[in-house]
């Protein structure tokens, strides 16, 4: 399976916009820019989709992992807060509030754990990175 998202940038680095469109619509030339990067513009920025996808992909996790343990989850909340500073992610931090009938605060903390290391987007957060340039003129 691949999945895509497509990013438009017109501009320096500081003046210019961009937009980010996804298959799925729910990035619809949705903007960005370097206001909504560092300080408070309206559209998203990388930081923000990067917390979305890693307490989206950790809360899908702990449900699989709990299911594997024998637990059903009601409910599973998950904040993520990615930090940004000297132009590098340097930290992803999760919290998590469930309610998980019967399980006890120890086997929680165990599939919590579990879930943190071995989500997804944990493992892509501490991964090579590699790419393939066109330059078109």
Request: negative net charge; glycine residues 8%.
């Amino acid at each position: 399976m691949v999945r895509n998202a497509t990013a438009v940038w017109n501009g320096s680095g500081k003046e210019g916009k961009g937009h980010l469109t996804a298959p799925s619509n729910v990035l619809n030339a949705t903007p960005y820019s370097f206001k909504d990067r560092f300080e408070d513009g309206p559209g998203t920025n990388p930081e923000e989709l990067v917390a979305a996808a890693h307490s989206g992909c950790f809360t899908m996790k702990l449900s699989f992992v709990l299911g594997e343990a024998g637990f059903t989850p009601e409910s599973l909340q998950t904040k993520c807060e990615i930090t940004f500073a000297n132009g590098a992610i340097t930290k992803s931090h999760l919290i998590v509030e469930g309610k998980v009938p019967g399980i006890t605060e120890e086997k929680f903390q165990e599939a919590v754990k579990n879930a943190e290391q071995n989500c997804p987007i944990s493992k892509l957060l501490n991964t090579a990175i590699s790419s393939e340039a066109k330059l078109i003129q």
